[in-house]
């Protein structure tokens, strides 16, 4: 059972009992005939081995309140994108597959490359980015939905849930993200955990009240990759290329949302999907390097909103996180106790340790290159730098796709 508890500067929509999910489709089916619905699924070749898709697929045979289901298909070979779709074909929703390097898309990519428009490498983010391409191109939607494909314990419930606080007539916020519980026989989420919501604070600590830290504190899982948002929002995001994506698109709704109109939802009791390793020896891969990309996006914020980041402030963010990451772990420990749960205090911290190479790092490339913007260019630039982009996108798609 959850808590009601309302904190921080977003709202809140806690799961508060078990409520029918006919119920809660029917009215999902009721309010997407004025406000139709794309669920975005990005996707790469491995998750076709893994225990998540299948039951996604299944899950999702059964949700009848979809206008589109777009998936993309990133880091795939001509083979891989057929199974792709052989696999997806069997989905009654009848899923519209993006070859995100497919050969008609990779000169969309040259031809925006001319028109001084970066589009990033292959990735997460690049694949987000072009799925919102290609719906505002359909022009057939109100409300774009994404979530991973690796999601284990998924149902189709998650969906639901994530999808009513902007489709819902009477709701209609523009950003919803999801938040949940990872936890098995012991707690996950360690990036969130030890290393982003401490450095959060750390930063609050050493550059004193700032509203866009405390908007990024209220999320309770602000590395979740599920959210929900108005179509004519995507027009105006940019999106993040590297694994900074999740806070970096937060800060983007940042600029361009009242935060009346954003909140987050309890999407499950529980939620596993693959873990990221952590390679301690090598800062370029795995955990170490998102926790790098994600304090860079972190640190071109706070210089974008005028606060002045030396090596001496550095030298002090990572003194204060440190001392922040230990007390959170002594928290962690004594909630792992009193829910009999396994905690290792010794590798957690082993692990903070490990995240200063990653603020540190970070530092050292922003000092060197401050003004580096990894964010691909929001859709309303792309259109007036190069007009007809969204027929040629449509064109590009469907002649991918045929090959």
């Known amino acids: 059972m959850s808590d009601f508890f309302q904190n921080g500067e977003i709202a809140t929509f806690h799961k ?27 996707y790469i070749p491995v998750e076709l081995q893994g225990a998540g898709l299948p039951r996604i697929a299944q899950e999702l045979s059964q949700v009848r309140y979809l206008k589109n289901v ?40 040259a031809l925006l490359d001319q028109n001084g428009i970066d589009v990033g490498e292959d990735g997460k983010g690049r694949s987000a980015w072009i799925a919102y391409g290609y719906i505002l191109a359909l022009e057939d939607s109100k409300v774009i939905a994404l979530h991973d494909c690796d999601v284990v314990t998924y149902d189709r ?28 026989a012991q707690m996950h989420g360690r990036v969130t955990r030890i290393f982003v919501s401490p450095l959060i604070r750390s930063l609050k600590a050493t550059l004193g009240p700032d509203q866009f830290l405390d908007y990024l504190d209220s999320f309770r899982y602000i590395l979740a990759g599920e959210f929900s ?21 937060l800060a983007e709704v940042h600029r361009n949302c009242v935060l009346s109109r954003v909140c987050q939802v309890d999407l499950s009791d529980n939620y596993e999907h693959k873990h990221q390793p952590m390679l301690l020896e090598d800062p370029d891969k795995g955990l170490l390097k998102m926790g790098t990309d994600i304090a860079k996006c972190l640190f071109r914020n706070m210089a974008s909103r005028g606060y ?26 004594y909630d792992s106790a009193i829910n009999g749960l396994k905690y290792d205090r010794h590798s957690e911290v082993s692990q903070a340790e490990a995240f200063l190479k990653c603020i540190e790092s970070a530092s050292q490339q922003f000092l060197t290159i401050p003004m580096e913007v990894p964010y691909i260019a929001n859709w309303n630039r792309v259109a007036s730098a190069v007009p007809g982009i969204f027929s040629m996108l449509l064109e590009a798609v469907e002649a991918d796709s045929l090959l």
């Open 229 to 249: 948002m108005d179509t004519e929002l995507a027009r105006r995001l940019r999106i993040p290329g590297d694994w900074g994506i999740e806070v970096g698109v």
């Open 16 to 42: 508060l009992k078990r409520r029918d999910l006919g119920e809660l489709e029917a009215e999902l089916e009721q309010a997407s005939k004025h406000r139709p619905i794309s669920l975005v699924l990005p």
């Open 308 to 333: 002045t980041l030396s090596h001496e402030f550095f030298i002090s963010l990572k003194s204060c996180y440190l001392r922040i990451a230990q007390d959170f772990i002594t928290r962690y420990e």
């Open 157 to 184: 419930e998650l969906l639901a849930r994530l999808c009513y606080p902007v489709t819902h007539p009477n709701i209609g916020f523009e950003f919803c993200k999801g938040y949940y519980s990872r936890v098995t």
């Open 70 to 109: 777009i998936v993309t298909v990133g880091r795939a070979s001509r083979e891989d994108f057929d199974d792709a779709r052989r696999f997806f074909s069997t989905l009654p929703q009848k899923p519209k597959l993006i070859w995100c390097t497919g050969p008609r898309l990779e000169a969309i990519y």
